[in-house]
């Protein structure tokens, strides 16, 4: 195959300045409205269920997010994949902490039945879940999974007709055709509360502009892990890597996109 030439989806981000409306974590906001901004896009974070509808309907996609999940939240989020279900607009669900509790799993369930979801995005024990696999995620890190990431991935794609990502040392993205892996990024990423959260938020700015969602997908998480490794370079420790890694992502050119890109595609995945 040959390479694909994600920095024209980054210009795209760029020229385009899409709106990403966030129905998303507290912890972990101001990281994920940062992150869409450096790179050139426009966060909008709206959460009450009185707007969350009109919001979406000026956005060109949504990021769902349950880290910090209240019933009102995922109201709120229904409301809001309706909108942009009716406009169009690609819906991004990160099933964070999906087989920690009940609430969670009963919730992920919910807005996946309720709503189109087109990608859904987590670690392997979350995604391993909402796949039907009996797993245990350790709060929001995770847990042990057997089965093959590929597998899960493209298994519940199938399953749910979307795109699926699962994001660790090794990121995997599948649509029912396609498997990707996507092997940039630093290890400093895994001491850094909120990478994971700001991956998602990633993936909804680039399924903005691109609409193969898994192109859309494995390019926006390619820019974030590329502006990591960039940022990893000089930084002596979590903080000063967060502090680099948003000057990193303000900086990176296309070509260098291109150049430092590790995308794969899996052939023959069996299932």
């Known amino acids: 195959m040959a390479k694909l030439r994600i920095g024209e989806l980054l210009k795209k981000v760029r020229e385009q300045k899409p709106v990403v409306h966030h129905i998303t974590n507290w912890v972990?906001?101001?990281?994920?409205?940062?992150?869409?901004?450096?790179f050139g896009a426009s966060?909008?974070?709206?959460?009450?269920?009185?707007e969350a509808a009109d919001m979406a309907g000026i956005a060109s996609a949504l990021v769902l997010n349950i880290g910090t999940l209240t019933p009102d939240l995922i109201e709120s989020m229904i409301i809001a994949a309706k909108s942009a279900n009716k406009k169009g607009i690609p819906v991004v669900l990160d099933v964070c902490g999906a087989g920690a509790t009940r609430l969670r799993d009963r919730k992920s369930f919910e807005l996946l039945n309720k709503v189109k979801i087109n990608i859904i995005k987590g670690n392997a024990s979350e995604v391993a879940r909402i796949a039907g696999e009996k797993v245990a995620t350790k709060g929001v890190d995770a847990g042990s999974?057997?089965?093959?990431?590929?597998?899960?991935?493209?298994?519940?794609?199938k399953k749910r007709g979307c795109t699926v990502v699962i994001t660790g040392k090794e990121d995997t993205v599948a649509d029912k055709k396609r498997v990707f892996t996507v092997r940039n990024g630093h290890s400093i990423m895994g001491h850094v509360v909120?990478?994971?959260?700001?991956?998602?938020?990633?993936?909804?700015?680039f399924a903005a502009v691109e609409k193969d969602l898994a192109l859309a997908a494995a390019a926006g998480l390619a820019c974030f892990e590329i502006a990591a490794e960039i940022a990893a370079r000089k930084a002596e420790g979590p903080g000063t890597f967060k502090e680099r890694l948003y000057d990193a992502a303000f900086n990176l050119k296309p070509r260098?996109?291109?150049?430092?890109?590790?995308?794969?595609q899996i052939a023959n995945c069996k299932l």
């Open 28 to 38: 972990t906001i101001y990281d994920c409205a940062n992150i869409v901004k450096v």
């Open 43 to 50: 966060p909008v974070m709206a959460h009450a269920k009185e």
């Open 145 to 157: 999974v057997k089965k093959n990431p590929a597998q899960i991935a493209q298994g519940l794609a």
């Open 194 to 205: 909120g990478t994971g959260c700001m991956a998602a938020s990633m993936i909804g700015t």
């Open 256 to 264: 260098t996109a291109d150049e430092m890109h590790k995308i794969f």
